[in-house]
């Protein structure tokens, strides 16, 4: 039997998988470099995507939208063509200087999403309220797409036999 012999491991695989730490530092050396350059490169036209969900509630059709930091005066809400279009803009207020900076990671400026109106929404009656960083917009659906009830009748209600 062979004795077995240690073996010395480089710097690289020491940092690699010696400790989170040292993991950490890995990671940051090996992709800081890219995400600072695509940071400085992109960040003033980046545009950002808020989250949409869409619903429709008994007679209503509904769509909430998260808009933390824009204000109401910077949304536009229209009705093209049986689709909704949302769009506006969130601004930065300040801008600190980058020697400053330790972490940037809110997205600003312009953003624009088209929603497809299911079929029956009354576009002409649609109405926008914003609070605490959420849209909401809501509008009515037309009495044709409602589900209605249809009664069911007997042979014992309309006096008539059925035939066997």
Known sequence: M???SLARRDSFSSDLFDSRRNSDDFFNRLFAPAWERWMTSSSSNLDWIPAVESYIDQNKYH???TVPGVKPSDVNVQVH??????SGERKQEQTPSDERTFQREIVYGSFERILPLPDGVQGEKIEA??????L????PLSEKTLPRKIDV?????TGRKLAA
């Not at 309220?129 to 959420?134: E, I």
């Not at 909401?136 to 509008?139: F, R, S």
């Not at 009748?153 to 209600?157: D, G």
């Open 129 to 134: 309220n914003y609070a605490n960083g959420v």
């Open 63 to 65: 769509v909430r939208m």
């Open 2 to 4: 062979m004795p077995k």
């Open 81 to 86: 063509n049986n689709e909704l279009v949302i």
């Open 136 to 139: 909401e917009i809501t509008a």
């Open 153 to 157: 009748k007997s042979a014992e209600t």
